[in-house]
T-cell receptor, first 116, second 111 residues
């Protein structure tokens, strides 16, 4: 089966510009996650969707970051305007709707953002 | 607050050596995830376990729920094993899907 797709793979922008990332999860996966991974650290959850609803966005900097999953399938993450500290790898992951207390997550290749 | 600590942070070894990476966490969990991340960012799931031991090829993962500790072992290490290895845990209680990640262990295997 196809994995989690992300685009672009790399993006370089100047501070105060806007940028958008796209993620297409594995078919049938109801839960979608966006993570931010700053160099040298583990990933940090930005937002979690269950179908087209937001489950957790407590760590999303809402003054500049937004995300949507309008049809409950693919998702976009936007940063507007970008700051230098937003330079990171943005990872998308998805997990299937299993009747379990935990779901294995499948990760995409990530988008490496550099803000100059 | 759930903390996930990995050790060592960096490890350089010679090809063929037996490698051990450790992970400790502070709260009860439903399961623990070992992930591999190569340069470029993509993350690959190696193991998800909630008890005992799992083996896949040259990789072995163990977990001790009572001691809140897990280890990832690599036997007969090879330069292609060079990567960052990340431990992540699913906190228990309440159906939360959220993973808490360690900072990763940067492994370099020299030929």
């Amino acid at each position: 089966e196809a994995g989690v797709a992300q685009s672009p793979r790399y993006k370089i922008i100047e501070k105060r510009q806007s940028v958008a990332f796209w993620c297409n999860p594995i078919s049938g996966h109801a839960t979608l996650y966006w993570y931010q991974q700053i160099l040298g650290q583990g990933p940090k959850l930005l937002i979690q969707f269950q179908n087209n609803g937001v489950v957790d966005d407590s760590q999303l900097p809402k003054d500049r970051f937004s995300a949507e999953r309008l049809k409950g399938v693919d998702s976009t993450l936007k940063i507007q305007p970008a700051k230098l500290e937003d330079s990171a790898v943005y990872l998308c992951a998805s997990s299937p709707p299993q009747p379990s207390s935990y779901n294995e997550q499948f990760f995409g290749p990530g988008t490496r953002l550099t803000v100059l | 607050k759930n903390e996930v600590e990995q050790s060592p942070q960096n490890l350089t070894a010679q090809e063929g050596e037996f490698i051990t990476i450790n992970c400790s966490y502070s709260v009860g969990i439903s399961a623990l995830h070992w992930l591999q991340q190569h340069p470029g960012g993509g993350i690959v799931s190696l193991f998800m376990l909630s008890s005992g031991k799992k083996k896949h090829g040259r990789l072995i993962a163990t977990i001790n729920i009572q001691e809140k500790h897990s280890s990832l072992h690599i036997t007969a290490s090879h330069p292609r094993d060079s990567a960052v290895y990340i431990c992540a845990v699913f906190p228990s209680g309440g159906g939360a899907d959220g993973l808490t990640f360690g900072k990763g262990t940067h492994l370099i295997i020299q030929p």
